[in-house]
């Protein structure tokens, strides 16, 4: 969800906030106002291309600034602060991204953030216009009656995928040449000759220093043994002061934590002299043993050296080795096996991509009906709107299934069915996605809608008609829209109106001898109860009089 957008020097704008919330907000103004300057800077923020022209003229450079919620994060009772997308524009149409305060790339910009908004109305923008995006569409709009299928699909097609990557690579150890199988066998003898483990290196080097140090540890541990436990060592040291005091705690209370001190010290000296003498008598003092383990050291490190140079490593080339070896000396089995496993797979694929079709198959035309029933509303004569779900070559077959879904506009009876980026009306294929988007409900991916020419060319009972769909699409999304139809502007639960004036005389560019001109500024702004009525007056007659206001005050009870 776009939450808000700070504008400075784009297109006709000099700076402007445009905080939408979420639901309908309206944007209106008298032609020519510049509500498409709004547009630029919302597709600066989405990650659309930018140039030169973006800049207002003369300025050194745009920035355009917006906060924005994930889905995800926009029913998290605002738990995020939302995430802050910065793009700065120069007057040589170069660009800069951040996002949180971090740089970042135009397209991490369009992915991360822009993903979300869909500008309903500039045909090379339009999420639903792309053929890629319409298998996804209809799977998310078909809920729990084609995931279980995709699923089962995608789990099928993994499957497949690693059947053949192991086919392939039997079939290519299996013609593995005479010096690549007899390094294979040098490895294999190599290292079956030291027959290594995985940890034994690790613990082998944590025993080493044991062994080496034996005899100092053992006199090290014996001499503290007698320390503690010898006579007048420690230990008889520590009970004949608790002797001695012992005796006059009853003189002397105050004597009794230090006697218990002592006490519990002499305890702890006890378990430490028995740790000592099994540590002491525990101390292996074999002079072979040490041999055997710095031998053994050597050999594995040997092995790091020549095939690591980690101890996985080693265990991993041994495997390799072991695996090429047997594809070549049993190449018929193994590659029999390999076909064998492939083609159970492939066959566990095809039955889960028919699986998949029929739920795909069985959900267009529900989804189209709908879609349909939309268009009704919007009084779209005899116009057609018509998922196609048609199978693919098994070569192309993706994770996005076995077939293509297109959606495809008949404009009338009697025509043939086209792809929707070949509508040419820009009105009319905003009034087609309007009609997908109510239907994908809270399915769509894309949370935010910005439509611009969706009343193009209406009037009468379908602006009505489009008011109260737009109205219903808010609902599920956070629709904006820019109008001149007052029915669509009353609907609106906020409203903002364009404005282009003169502007002020200024010639900002540094040095430069020409006469100072007026450039024109577009201002925008969210008008208050009464300025709103005022504006649907002018809406709807071109004046404010009397009639005019009345009419537009019954409106905006009516809509409310």
């Known amino acids: 969800m776009l939450d808000e957008l700070h504008v400075q020097n784009v297109a006709l704008i000099r700076e402007a906030t445009f905080a939408p919330a979420q639901g309908l907000t309206v944007v209106t103004g008298e032609t020519g106002a510049g509500k498409t300057a709004l547009l630029s800077a919302i597709k600066l923020l989405v990650g659309e291309r930018a140039d030169a ?160 140090n034996a005899e100092a540890l053992a006199q090290a541990s014996d001499g503290a043994y007698w320390s503690l436990s010898g006579d007048r060592g420690a230990i008889e040291a520590v009970n004949s002061a608790i002797a001695s005091l012992e005796s006059l705690t009853a003189a002397d209370a105050a004597l009794e934590p230090l006697v218990s001190s002592l006490t519990d010290a002499s305890y702890i000296l006890e378990d430490a002299s028995r740790d000592l003498r099994e540590y002491r008598d525990g101390i292996d003092h074999d002079p072979h043993a040490l041999e055997r383990l710095q031998e053994r050291a050597s050999a594995l490190q040997g092995l790091m050296r020549a095939f690591g140079p980690r101890m996985e490593d080693v265990i991993e080339r041994r495997d390799a080795a072991a695996k090429l070896i047997e594809s070549v000396d049993d190449s018929s089995r193994v590659i029999a096996q390999a076909e064998t496993a492939h083609a159970a797979a492939e066959a566990k694929l095809v039955e889960a991509a028919k699986a998949f079709d029929d739920a795909r198959k069985a959900a267009a035309p529900k989804f189209g009906e709908q879609v349909n029933e939309q268009m009704a509303r919007l009084e779209m004569g005899g116009a057609e709107f018509i998922v196609h779900v048609d199978p693919l070559e098994r070569a192309q077959w993706t994770h996005a299934g076995a077939s293509k879904v297109e959606f495809m ?31 994908l409900g809270e399915a769509d991916a894309r949370d935010t809608l910005v439509f611009d020419e969706v009343d193009a060319g209406v009037g009468g009972s379908v602006a009505v008609a489009l008011a109260a769909v737009l109205s219903d699409l808010a609902k599920t999304h956070q629709v904006i829209v820019v109008t001149h139809l007052a029915q669509v502007a009353v609907r609106g639960e906020r409203h903002f109106m364009v404005k282009k004036t003169a502007g002020a005389t200024s010639n900002e560019s540094e040095g430069a001898n020409t006469a100072e001109a007026a450039i024109p500024e577009t201002t925008l702004h969210e008008l208050s109860e009464d300025e709103r009525v005022r504006e649907i007056a002018r809406m709807l007659s071109g004046d404010a009089s009397e009639a005019s206001l009345a009419h537009a005050k019954e409106m905006l009870k009516n809509a409310r």
């Not at 991490?108 to 639903?128: F, P």
């Not at 995709?150 to 005479?178: D, G, H």
């Not at 506009?409 to 294929?429: C, D, H, N, Q």
Request: aromatic letters at 4%; charged letters at 25%.
């Open 409 to 439: 506009y008949r404009a009338g009876a009697g025509m043939t069915p086209r792809p929707l980026a070949r509508i040419a009306s820009g009105g009319e294929v905003s009034r087609v996605m309007l009609a997908c988007k109510v239907v």
């Open 53 to 212: 022209s973006t800049v207002r003229e003369g300025a050194q450079g745009a920035v355009v600034e917006g906060r924005f919620f994930l889905p995800t994060e926009a029913d998290a009772d605002n738990a995020s602060d939302g995430h802050i997308a910065c793009r700065k524009v120069s007057a040589d149409g170069r660009s800069r991204v951040s996002i949180d305060g971090s740089m970042s790339t135009v397209r991490q910009l369009a992915e991360q953030l822009g993903a979300t908004v869909d500008l309903c109305g500039q045909h090379e923008h339009q999420h639903l216009l792309k053929p890629a995006n319409h298998a996804a569409m209809l799977d998310a709009w078909a809920g729990d009656a084609v995931a279980s299928a995709k699923a089962a699909y995608i789990e099928a097609f993994n499957a497949e995928q690693a059947a053949a990557a192991e086919l392939a690579r039997v079939r290519e150890a299996s013609q593995a040449s005479a010096a690549q199988l007899e390094e294979a066998r040098f490895t294999l003898a190599r290292i079956d000759e030291v027959n290594p483990t995985i940890d034994e290196y690790d613990e082998l080097m944590a025993e080493l220093p044991k062994i080496e």
